[in-house]
Antibody, heavy 125, light 113 residues
């Protein structure tokens, strides 16, 4: 069964860079059938999609975060990463990684079926 | 921007009763070449990640009890929980996909009366 695990610092200083990694176990990241996403959840803004990356490195970003976000993938280590620049207190949230499936028979599902447990990131002033 | 609005924000139902949660998108939800809507429903309990219950608007995730059902089309979708059980206490979210963007509703808190 596929499992996803986020890792990275729990505390980041304002104006600095947040970096998180999602390691995938129990399955390969290396498939055109999967879209690998980052979502965050804060009390003030609820669930917010950050971006999605394919194993090829193709990326899609939330326009509201596009200028500060970079997603990348490392197929050799079966993981993908998030970098968010110039963080502020508004970036304090639980960050989740998740997977969307492009079903062979029926096409994309458009929703995330497997999620990591999430990691809390606090931005300090 | 696409806005997804759920109603109500919270509801309390008695055990064994039905709960209905609505999800309205400001733009029609996209559907693929197989006429399946890119709309899902999630359940989230404290300290846990969201758990997908429904995808393609009405397809139940494997292992999810059949008291959970999804319906709707266009901009309006519904999650129905029949015969509500104590373990259904949670926050429920809808999520839609359109134009490479994923947008979540604000959540609906379900409690037991």
């Amino acid at each position: 069964q596929l499992q996803m695990q986020e890792s990275g610092p729990g505390l980041v200083k304002a104006s600095e860079t947040l970096s998180l990694t999602c390691t995938v176990a129990g399955g390969s990241i290396n498939s055109i059938r999967y879209f690998w996403g980052w979502i965050r959840q804060s009390p003030g803004k609820g669930l917010e999609w950050i971006g999605t990356v394919l194993y090829t490195g193709v990326t899609y970003y939330n326009p509201s975060l596009r200028s500060r976000v970079t997603l990348s993938v490392d197929t050799s280590k079966n993981r993908f990463s998030l970098t968010l620049n110039s963080v502020t207190a508004a970036d304090t949230a639980v960050y989740f990684c998740a997977r969307e499936v492009d079903d062979v028979a029926w096409g994309r599902q458009g929703t995330f079926d497997v999620w990591g447990r999430g990691t809390m990131v606090t931005v300090s002033s | 921007d696409i806005v997804v609005t759920q109603s109500p924000d919270s509801l309390a139902v008695s055990l064994g009763e039905r709960a209905t949660i609505n999800c309205k998108s400001s733009q029609p939800v996209l559907y693929g070449s197989t006429n399946k809507y890119y709309l899902g429903w999630f359940q989230q309990k404290p300290g846990q990640p969201p758990k997908r219950l429904i995808y393609w608007a009405s397809t139940r995730e494997s292992g999810v009890p059949d008291r959970f059902s999804g319906s709707g089309s266009g901009t309006d979708f519904t999650l129905t929980i029949s015969n509500v059980q104590a373990e259904d206490v949670a926050v429920y979210f809808c999520q839609q996909y359109r134009g490479t963007l994923y947008t979540f509703g604000q959540g609906t808190r379900l409690e037991i009366k």
